[in-house]
């Protein structure tokens, strides 16, 4: 007998059930304007539908990816609901506490050119990591390094949707796209600290001859510790005022496990010099970027310009996983 089609029917049923109360919730905490995470969720399953062998994950995630789309249309409809007093209506939502006091909406549209550069800037540097990813999946033997760096490709491209989509709709719109943007950067944030362990376990396969048994327990620690320091509500992701003491607190764990990275490729590039020896050049510069960001960007907005040249490196380092044989 084949329960195949029995399995996939109870998890169709189970997604939809439990998508109905996150519809609700999301709504009522974020507004409808939280779609671009919806979108973003969507074509990170669906695209892993088309990556799992096994039928049954595979249906799975195709499964989850049509829920996340069709839920940004039952958005839609819960706030037409809202509106009619079938449910009730979040009164302090997406209200940060200057505005409450004054009465005034601090959004602003993008300047046209701006938004058009910065969206196709944002959607060349997806496409180029997820088809990168994709094909280094497709070439390498699966648990090799080829592979691994196709996964750790991937892992970085959805990360970085989840925050770069609402991030180009917001850009497009001038629609108050708060929350989508605080959830998809909560989402980033632990992505990219997965994407920096297995750019760990890479190097420590890459370069065999070299001994990185000093660096793995603080490794771990710094991963944890930033994962952990994510988590807190203190950081207020999806509020108009975050806190800029908690993004600096969870950024030294992660600057840390950085450098770590960074001095593992730095050394095993001294002893074997190969393709994979830019790499630690690469996260030096992301992390020269990023730092004046998280230090200075509040206080000097300009300075957030310096994401283009991190987001470049970040680029430069999946390109350089084709160099693996």
Known sequence: MCFDGLITGVIVFVVIGVFHPI????????????????LAAGFVTAGLSC??????ISASLAVLGCTFFWSIIELKHQTKRVEKGWFPKNPQRGVSINEADNGISSEKKTPKPVAFAETCFDGIYLGVVF??????????????EKWL???????????????????IVSRNSGADYTAALGVGKF?????MTVFYMLLWNIGRIHYPGFEFAAFRVPVLIFAAVRVALCLFPQNRWASKTPSGNWAVWRNIPFVLLGFSVMAMYAA???IQPDGLSPVWVAVLISFVCYIPVVLFSGKYPRIAMLMLPKTCAYAA?????????
Do not use: M
Not at 131 to 144: I, T
Not at 151 to 156: C, F, I, P, R, S
Not at 187 to 191: G, L, M, Q
Not at 317 to 325: A, E, N
């Open 23 to 38: 519809t609700i919730k999301c709504e009522y905490y974020f507004s409808e304007n939280i779609w671009p995470v919806f």
């Open 268 to 270: 095993g590039s001294r």
């Open 131 to 144: 088809f990168s990813g994709l094909l280094l999946c497709a070439k390498g033997d699966p648990g090799g």
């Open 149 to 167: 760096f196709g996964l750790t490709a991937l892992v970085l491209g959805a990360g970085d949707a989840f925050h770069l989509i609402p991030r």
């Open 187 to 191: 989402i980033t944030s632990i992505t």
């Open 317 to 325: 380092i999946v390109l350089l996983g084709f160099s693996l044989s």
């Open 51 to 56: 990556i799992v062998s096994q039928p049954i």
